[in-house]
């Protein structure tokens, strides 16, 4: 015996351990939201071209468009141009679109669409980066002005990362003579960079230019320059008029390199202006449609990777056991009686069908009226088999007979009793009318209404949207329900009725 | 919540048993599911019985088939009262008693008259099932009807009053007699409206009753006290029920007696899931008591001794015998 408690205790804690486990990777590791009102940002992103194109020569025009390697992921990419071919090319980590047309004159508007979100995986995808890189030509004045800066800032650093945004400290400091004369006058973000670039050249470190775009609705923006360098393991970003390490989240990366963002052959006045909405979406939608636009599917093995009709159906299925695990509380820890052991969860499936205030009366009615034929059929002497054929054939009359009178009067919630399982009703009408036999009008009313309430209690906790959401998208809570289950088959202590049943002990004890 | 705390802690404290406590710790521990057909079946219990030499009511015929229901008149024979038993029925249902016949008429217990029809389409109900645990076809059993003891003119109103002793692993732990009332037409379920009066297990005298889960002292129907009164045959009552361990093999059992007026005590069957209410009529826990034979059972397995019936019945009149009213 005290083996076969360790056993069943053993038992318990690994699925309790095993579901919690599961649901803990599927929330934190996976990122699946919590509740289905969790929403996604989804950034439609639109770049508008414009320029004027020459009538005499063919047109190309050339544009970056995000790599998206990173921390997004597309959902829709379009190009909108009428009479232009579009290709995309990707070189040295960049994509680029572009448009071509052997003529074209005027005022010309090309657009670019980006629908993207956030990527739902954490995982890291292995980054490469270079880590040495050759000497920048430096001669006269600006080389000795450049080693006087070198100097200092290898005194006060001692890796790339510090050394880095040492640099961009004292290229910042405009009242240097040296910073002063390598700027030559220009204080713009794209010269600081320059000479940030040269200095950092000279110390054989890396470093990128890379163009950024910020994801804030409805503000008109350019893309904004930021410093990277790879440090070995990962890209750090500096921003190169601060000296700020780290890419703030909401920053896209677009290109990277020295080039212009855009570059027109047979055209003039090329402007690109970036607008941007964000719209939410449904977090589980979200995670779908990005499976279908990556390699990652994290969703493939859990149930939202059944057919939607099959799904809806197993949206009802889960939520069996949250029904089967109330009758459990309400008859082993209450105490309250039910017919038949899962009878109350079946007829709590068939108040999904007629809602739960219609869906009791209905059963009121069709049982009372079948207990009646039920007491009028005991006097005829039947056998078993042949009157319950009769009580079903009747409860499907019944059932019709409602349907019609309902509809006629216009109510439509009537026809919803079609899909009542006629089935359960009869078998309800048979065992209540046997209880009422052998035990007498009184407890039987008492198990009827205990059925009721118990079906009752159960349709309402299993259709909680949030409940069948939960168990629907981490099905492993069934383990903890089994656990649950488990140790109520050997639970022992009173039934909340019993303490009822023998209060004369207690009557006796005060007296 | 406090008050139902207390409630709990009150009622652990005197060792009163719950339904859940029932089931997990002896009806499921102690009683293997494949002998559960040996209770169920009153046919099997009554073969066993009389092959251990128990004494059970004389058994006149069973019918299986609807085509032996023809042989109902040759089972009978010439017999004027007999009683017609669901094999496998629960809770007294489907039982019918038949006390006297004239011409082609029967006198049920109750006085009603009934024809030869009606006791017809009676067996044949049972043999659908109607009456049978779950609904299986059934057997339909014709056994010699028991008249109670004169004893119990004065303490019980129609129907047979009987003896319920729960035996635990073939120590008898707590014995209660049951009575029917007029509520419980004639039935000697306490569920029905039947009296349990509470026994001692050294003595064989009545305790106080209970009556729909309240302590009573009189008969509703008579207004007679039920407690104080001696049980004749009592050590008999207690060996007959001590050998229902070696007779079904179940570890914790009903026991359900008679005592006839001309055959003594007689077994009329066992019960695989006895009520709790015993323990009302008793006014004791039976957890102390199935804990104290449990100590005593692992002792003689310490000592390697097991012991017979009657010294069973001996060790449980010991430990929980003499009772003082309170």
């Given at each position: 015996m005290r083996s076969l408690t360790l056993h069943l205790?053993?038992?318990?804690?690994?699925?309790?351990?095993?579901?919690?486990?599961?649901?803990?990777?599927?929330?934190?590791?996976?990122?699946?939201?919590?509740?289905?009102?969790?929403?996604?940002?989804?950034?439609?992103?639109?770049?508008?071209?414009?320029?004027?194109?020459?009538?005499?020569?063919?047109?190309?025009?050339?544009?970056?468009?995000?790599?998206?390697?990173?921390?997004?992921?597309?959902?829709?990419?379009?190009?909108?141009?009428?009479?232009?071919?579009?290709?995309?090319?990707?070189?040295?980590?960049?994509?680029?679109?572009?448009?071509?047309?052997?003529?074209?004159?005027?005022?010309?508007?090309?657009?670019?669409?980006?629908?993207?979100?956030?990527?739902?995986?954490?995982?890291?995808?292995?980054?490469?980066?270079?880590?040495?890189?050759?000497?920048?030509?430096?001669?006269?004045?600006?080389?000795?002005?450049?080693?006087?800066?070198?100097?200092?800032?290898?005194?006060?650093?001692?890796?790339?990362?510090t050394f880095v945004g040492e640099t961009i400290k004292r290229v910042n400091n405009l009242n240097d003579d040296n910073v002063k004369l390598l700027l030559a006058g220009d204080t713009s973000s794209m010269k600081k960079a320059q000479v940030i670039d040269l200095l950092l050249s000279i110390a054989h470190v890396p470093l990128e230019k890379v163009h950024t775009i910020r994801l804030v609705a409805d503000t008109p923006q350019t893309p904004e320059l930021w410093l990277r360098s790879f440090n070995g393991n990962d890209w750090l970003y500096f921003n190169p008029d601060t000296g700020e390490q780290g890419l703030p989240n909401d920053r896209l990366l677009w290109w990277t390199g020295d080039d212009n963002l855009i570059s027109v052959d047979g055209g003039k006045k090329a402007s690109v202006t970036f607008s941007m909405n964000n719209s939410e979406m449904n977090a589980i939608r979200l995670a779908k449609l990005t499976d279908e636009n990556t390699d990652a599917d994290f969703l493939e093995y859990s149930l939202y990777g059944l057919p939607l009709q099959t799904q809806q159906t197993f949206m009802i299925m889960v939520m069996i056991p949250i029904g089967v695990l109330v009758i459990l509380v309400l008859r082993n820890l209450i105490g309250i009686q039910t017919l038949g052991t899962f009878t109350p969860v079946l007829i709590a499936l068939a108040f999904r069908e007629t809602q739960l205030g219609f869906g009791i009366v209905l059963f009121t009615v069709i049982t009372a009226l079948g207990l009646s034929l039920r007491s009028y059929l005991e006097h005829l002497k039947l056998q078993m088999l042949p009157r319950l054929s009769v009580v079903l054939t009747f409860v499907v009359v019944l059932i019709a007979a409602i349907s019609l009178f309902s509809h006629k009067l216009g109510l439509e919630r009537g026809l919803s009793v079609a899909l009542f399982p006629m089935v359960i009703l009869t078998m309800t009408i048979e065992r209540l009318s046997i209880t009422w036999e052998e035990r007498g009008g009184g407890h039987a009313m008492k198990v009827a209404i205990g059925t009721l309430f118990a079906a009752s209690l159960a349709h309402l906790l299993m259709t909680v949207p949030e409940a069948v959401y939960f168990v629907f998208t981490f099905p492993a809570v069934l383990l903890i329900l089994v656990g649950f289950m488990l140790a109520m088959g050997r639970y022992r202590g009173y039934r909340l009725t019993e303490l009822v049943r023998f209060k004369a002990f207690l009557k006796k004890a005060d007296a | 919540m406090f008050g139902l705390i207390k409630t709990w802690k009150a009622l652990e404290a005197r060792g009163i048993m719950g339904i859940n406590r029932r089931n997990a710790d002896y009806v499921l521990k102690y009683n293997k599911r494949n002998l559960y057909p040996i209770v169920d079946d009153k046919i099997i219990t009554k073969e066993r019985a009389l092959a251990a030499g128990i004494h059970v009511p004389e058994m006149y015929g069973v019918i299986e088939t609807e085509k032996q229901i023809d042989k109902l008149d040759e089972i009978i024979g010439g017999r004027s009262d007999f009683v017609i038993k669901p094999a496998q029925g629960a809770g007294g249902d489907g039982i019918l008693v038949i006390a006297d016949r004239f011409e082609d008429r029967y006198r049920t217990v109750s006085g009603k008259i009934i024809s030869h029809e009606e006791i017809e389409h009676q067996i044949s109900s049972i043999l659908t099932g109607l009456y049978s645990l779950g609904g299986h076809r059934d057997r339909a059993?014709?056994?010699?009807?028991?008249?109670?003891?004169?004893?119990?003119?004065?303490?019980?109103?129609?129907?047979?009053?009987?003896?319920?002793?729960?035996?635990?692993?073939?120590?008898?732990?707590?014995?209660?007699?049951?009575?029917?009332?007029?509520?419980?037409?004639?039935?000697?379920?306490?569920?029905?409206?039947?009296?349990?009066?509470?026994?001692?297990?050294?003595?064989?005298?009545?305790?106080?009753?209970?009556?729909?889960?309240?302590?009573?002292?009189?008969?509703?129907?008579?207004?007679?006290?039920?407690?104080?009164?001696?049980?004749?045959?009592?050590?008999?009552?207690?060996?007959?029920?001590?050998?229902?361990?070696?007779?079904?093999?179940?570890?914790?059992?009903?026991?359900?007696?008679?005592?006839?007026?001309?055959?003594?005590p007689l077994i009329l069957e066992l019960n695989a899931r006895p009520g709790l209410n015993i323990q009302i009529a008793n006014d004791c826990g039976l957890t102390q008591r199935t804990h104290a034979i449990e100590a005593h059972i692992e002792m003689l397995a310490k000592e390697g001794r097991s012991e017979d019936a009657e010294q069973r019945v001996k060790v449980a009149q010991g430990l929980f015998g003499h009772v003082v009213p309170h």
């Amino acid at each position: 015996m005290r083996s076969l408690t360790l056993h069943l205790k053993v038992l318990i804690t690994v699925l309790v351990l095993l579901g919690v486990a599961i649901t803990a990777y599927q929330i934190f590791a996976l990122g699946i939201p919590v509740t289905e009102d969790e929403t996604d940002d989804l950034w439609n992103i639109d770049a508008k071209v414009e320029f004027v194109a020459s009538s005499k020569d063919p047109v190309k025009v050339q544009m970056f468009v995000p790599p998206l390697n990173r921390d997004y992921v597309s959902l829709n990419e379009s190009f909108i141009s009428n009479n232009y071919g579009v290709s995309i090319n990707r070189a040295d980590g960049n994509r680029k679109v572009t448009w071509s047309a052997r003529r074209a004159s005027g005022n010309q508007t090309l657009y670019y669409r980006l629908v993207l979100t956030k990527r739902y995986s954490t995982e890291k995808t292995k980054i490469k980066g270079p880590t040495f890189r050759d000497s920048q030509a430096v001669e006269g004045p600006e080389k000795i002005a450049a080693e006087a800066l070198m100097a200092p800032i290898r005194q006060h650093s001692a890796d790339v990362e510090t050394f880095v945004g040492e640099t961009i400290k004292r290229v910042n400091n405009l009242n240097d003579d040296n910073v002063k004369l390598l700027l030559a006058g220009d204080t713009s973000s794209m010269k600081k960079a320059q000479v940030i670039d040269l200095l950092l050249s000279i110390a054989h470190v890396p470093l990128e230019k890379v163009h950024t775009i910020r994801l804030v609705a409805d503000t008109p923006q350019t893309p904004e320059l930021w410093l990277r360098s790879f440090n070995g393991n990962d890209w750090l970003y500096f921003n190169p008029d601060t000296g700020e390490q780290g890419l703030p989240n909401d920053r896209l990366l677009w290109w990277t390199g020295d080039d212009n963002l855009i570059s027109v052959d047979g055209g003039k006045k090329a402007s690109v202006t970036f607008s941007m909405n964000n719209s939410e979406m449904n977090a589980i939608r979200l995670a779908k449609l990005t499976d279908e636009n990556t390699d990652a599917d994290f969703l493939e093995y859990s149930l939202y990777g059944l057919p939607l009709q099959t799904q809806q159906t197993f949206m009802i299925m889960v939520m069996i056991p949250i029904g089967v695990l109330v009758i459990l509380v309400l008859r082993n820890l209450i105490g309250i009686q039910t017919l038949g052991t899962f009878t109350p969860v079946l007829i709590a499936l068939a108040f999904r069908e007629t809602q739960l205030g219609f869906g009791i009366v209905l059963f009121t009615v069709i049982t009372a009226l079948g207990l009646s034929l039920r007491s009028y059929l005991e006097h005829l002497k039947l056998q078993m088999l042949p009157r319950l054929s009769v009580v079903l054939t009747f409860v499907v009359v019944l059932i019709a007979a409602i349907s019609l009178f309902s509809h006629k009067l216009g109510l439509e919630r009537g026809l919803s009793v079609a899909l009542f399982p006629m089935v359960i009703l009869t078998m309800t009408i048979e065992r209540l009318s046997i209880t009422w036999e052998e035990r007498g009008g009184g407890h039987a009313m008492k198990v009827a209404i205990g059925t009721l309430f118990a079906a009752s209690l159960a349709h309402l906790l299993m259709t909680v949207p949030e409940a069948v959401y939960f168990v629907f998208t981490f099905p492993a809570v069934l383990l903890i329900l089994v656990g649950f289950m488990l140790a109520m088959g050997r639970y022992r202590g009173y039934r909340l009725t019993e303490l009822v049943r023998f209060k004369a002990f207690l009557k006796k004890a005060d007296a | 919540m406090f008050g139902l705390i207390k409630t709990w802690k009150a009622l652990e404290a005197r060792g009163i048993m719950g339904i859940n406590r029932r089931n997990a710790d002896y009806v499921l521990k102690y009683n293997k599911r494949n002998l559960y057909p040996i209770v169920d079946d009153k046919i099997i219990t009554k073969e066993r019985a009389l092959a251990a030499g128990i004494h059970v009511p004389e058994m006149y015929g069973v019918i299986e088939t609807e085509k032996q229901i023809d042989k109902l008149d040759e089972i009978i024979g010439g017999r004027s009262d007999f009683v017609i038993k669901p094999a496998q029925g629960a809770g007294g249902d489907g039982i019918l008693v038949i006390a006297d016949r004239f011409e082609d008429r029967y006198r049920t217990v109750s006085g009603k008259i009934i024809s030869h029809e009606e006791i017809e389409h009676q067996i044949s109900s049972i043999l659908t099932g109607l009456y049978s645990l779950g609904g299986h076809r059934d057997r339909a059993l014709i056994e010699y009807r028991v008249t109670p003891d004169q004893i119990f003119k004065s303490i019980s109103y129609e129907g047979v009053p009987d003896i319920r002793i729960i035996v635990l692993m073939g120590y008898p732990v707590m014995a209660m007699l049951r009575l029917p009332t007029r509520q419980s037409g004639g039935k000697a379920n306490l569920h029905q409206g039947a009296i349990g009066v509470g026994v001692d297990l050294a003595t064989g005298v009545t305790l106080r009753g209970t009556w729909l889960n309240k302590i009573i002292s009189k008969h509703p129907d008579t207004t007679n006290a039920v407690d104080g009164v001696q049980l004749p045959n009592w050590d008999g009552f207690m060996k007959l029920a001590a050998n229902c361990y070696e007779l079904c093999g179940l570890g914790y059992i009903g026991v359900d007696m008679v005592l006839d007026q001309d055959k003594g005590p007689l077994i009329l069957e066992l019960n695989a899931r006895p009520g709790l209410n015993i323990q009302i009529a008793n006014d004791c826990g039976l957890t102390q008591r199935t804990h104290a034979i449990e100590a005593h059972i692992e002792m003689l397995a310490k000592e390697g001794r097991s012991e017979d019936a009657e010294q069973r019945v001996k060790v449980a009149q010991g430990l929980f015998g003499h009772v003082v009213p309170h």
